[in-house]
């Protein structure tokens, strides 16, 4: 029973990676722009919920939901004024401002609330956990899971039921051709990444629960994403999920031979599905 | 009366490359325009000034009078001037279905065109709405793309090449919807390389030649020597 148990724990911690991915993916396959600071936002959004539960001792899910509009402003602002600035032809330019934000939001970060690590702080929920027979598992990892579930299916719903979705799809697929439509394309974008910022804050909320952050992680959480990402297929959010799921298993069945090589064998995990599918499990018909 | 369009001196270039000497244009309310010329003539070239995919000074394109010139292209469309682009561009995540619905996701008042009149005009796309756009025939594919104009009852429709690629039947169907099209009192330019099918449906001609006018006039009144002339240059 020991492989089930690291198979659903892994299954579950995917969900996390999930949630670090789901904006990402979103963003790349609106625009095809991969935004460097995305982890960094992440440890951003963790640090004003902290904050809010710092400064009104509010509940972690509460005060998340009041960061999560400031958050979609800030994503807003970042698109309207500075990536759509940037976004052409060349992939370069829009790499190497979303690279300097990310240097910019460390060091600004750490400026603000010093290299300390920190925990948002989420009392008896911390340690509960349920027993489903066979296996038990912590409550935390599996709201965690169900979160990434809903939102995602909620994107997925927003993409695919609404005129706002097949906004974002006719100018993922011709920008020109959509703007003859009468759609703002620099707007359904700074819309799409205001969006993104939003699981952002998703994913802050149950980073900072589950783990102490500091100001310097942010990278290793954007890896993450961009594997689960890229095995999921890019633009595919439920590719995404399962390639959470995917990082999240070879992590905890790494873990349980050698806890040395938890990290390892995520990595590893990405690389082999490369090379059996270069484009990913579920990749897009159309690019 | 003000024209419904009206270029005035246009211009227009890619990079160093000028494509549009001075191009001057007129749309009445309601009426049939085709502009003609060979490959390279520039036409696509003016409906892409007109439609503010290029950008121009504001007063070198009138709209009912007022400089459209600076607008950008949702700014155009929003104005009631609706494009069929060169190459019908569906969408190719959207279905049919959703290809005309995006169409009319910007709708000026409640005009005559709906999902229902799209369909009762090309009953095909009634059994294909849920395809993928791409997956029609060429000639289905042209009517998504006439239909998806029409979707916002645009008081303008610029149509480029609407018949390229197809069959002569085809060519035949779609160009059999034009009279409803201009029944609800919208404009029709359209960019036709076929000088007898452009002389028999416009009212009036502009034929184009190295990014300039070289003739215009009543369809009408045009001989073929002057066409000819116009077209080919008078080297020809
Ligand atoms: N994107 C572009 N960049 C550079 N030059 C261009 C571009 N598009 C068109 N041109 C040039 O501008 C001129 C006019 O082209 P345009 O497409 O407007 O002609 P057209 O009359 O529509 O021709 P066709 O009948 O082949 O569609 C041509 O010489 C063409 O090579
Ligand atoms: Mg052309």
Known sequence: ?287 | MAALLETRGLTAQYGQFKALFGVDLQVAPGECVAIIGANGAGKTTLMRSITGVLRNAPEMILHNGIPIGALSADQVMQRGIAMVPEGRRLFPSLSVEENLLIGGQVRRGDGRWTLEAVYTLFPVLRERRRSPGTALSGGQQQMVAIGRALMSNPGLLLCDEISLGLAPVVIRDIYAALPAIRETGAAVVIVEQDISRALSVADRIYCMMEGRVTLTGRAADMTRDAIHAAYFGNAA
């Open chain 1, 1 to 287: 029973m020991i492989w089930l148990d690291t198979i659903v724990q892994g299954i579950l911690l995917g969900g996390l990676y999930a949630l670090f991915a789901a904006g990402l993916s979103l963003v790349f396959g609106i625009m095809r722009l991969v935004n460097l600071a995305h982890g960094d936002l992440i440890i951003f959004a963790a640090f004003a919920i902290l904050l809010i539960v710092g400064s009104t001792g509010l509940n972690p899910f509460l005060a998340a939901l009041l960061a999560a509009p400031v958050m979609f402003a800030v994503g807003w602002a970042l698109q309207a004024f500075v990536l759509n600035r940037v976004l052409g032809r060349d992939i370069l330019p829009p790499l190497l401002v979303t690279f300097g934000l990310s240097v910019a939001l460390q060091n600004g970060l750490l400026e603000a609330f010093s290299a300390d690590s920190q925990r948002i702080r989420a009392g008896a929920l911390e340690s509960a956990s349920i027993d489903l027979g066979p296996v038990t598992v912590g409550v935390m990892p599996l709201l965690t899971f169900a979160s990434a579930v809903g939102a995602i299916f909620l994107l997925n719903r927003l993409f695919y039921t609404t005129a706002l979705g097949r906004a974002f799809r006719a100018t993922s697929d011709d920008a020109v051709t959509a703007s003859l439509m009468g759609i703002n394309p620099r707007s359904v974008f700074a819309i799409a990444t205001g969006l993104a910022m939003v699981i952002v804050t998703l994913a802050a909320l149950y980073l900072g629960m589950r783990s102490n952050f500091d100001p310097s992680i942010g990278p290793a959480r954007l890896i993450y994403a961009f594997e689960a990402v890229i095995i999921g297929g890019l633009g595919s959010l439920w590719g995404t999920l399962l390639g959470g799921a995917i990082i999240g298993v070879a992590q905890t069945i790494g873990a349980q031979i050698n806890p040395e090589w938890q990290i390892l064998a995520g990595h590893i995990a990405f690389l082999v599905v490369l090379l059996i599918r270069p484009r990913g499990l579920f990749p897009r018909a159309v690019d």
